[in-house]
Nanobody, 115 residues
């Protein structure tokens, strides 16, 4: 299993950024996918999740209405569109999938929201 995130960077408060996670090494369309984030000095937290077919999504309260998770099973890619970004959204963002008792993580991509 390999998960490779991309799309992080520096953005001003109120701006937008889109993250992508390219998956390989497993049957992507069979598994739910998640985005987590970890800010300095804080625990890793679940940001958003999406079911295998993309029919169900869930979000942390802190990002509801601002972030949108989606997936393209043909491209084996999951996305996170982040709008109205706030300084408190600054973190390393990780792509994740859980298969049985195993959890797989990408290497993470840094998102910094600052003026």
């Amino acid at each position: 299993v390999q998960l490779v995130e991309s799309g992080g960077g520096l953005v001003q408060p109120g701006g937008s950024l889109g993250l992508s996670c390219a998956a390989s090494g497993f049957t992507f369309s069979r598994y739910g996918m998640n985005w987590y984030r970890q800010a300095p000095g804080k625990e890793r937290e679940l940001v958003a999740g999406i079911s295998s077919a993309g029919l169900r999504t869930n979000y942390a309260d802190s990002v509801k209405g601002r972030f949108t998770i989606s997936r393209d099973n043909a491209k084996k890619t999951v996305y996170l569109q982040m709008n109205s970004l706030k300084p408190e959204d600054t973190a390393v963002y990780y792509c994740n999938t859980r298969q049985g008792e195993s959890a797989y993580w990408g290497q993470g991509t840094q998102v910094t929201v600052s003026s």
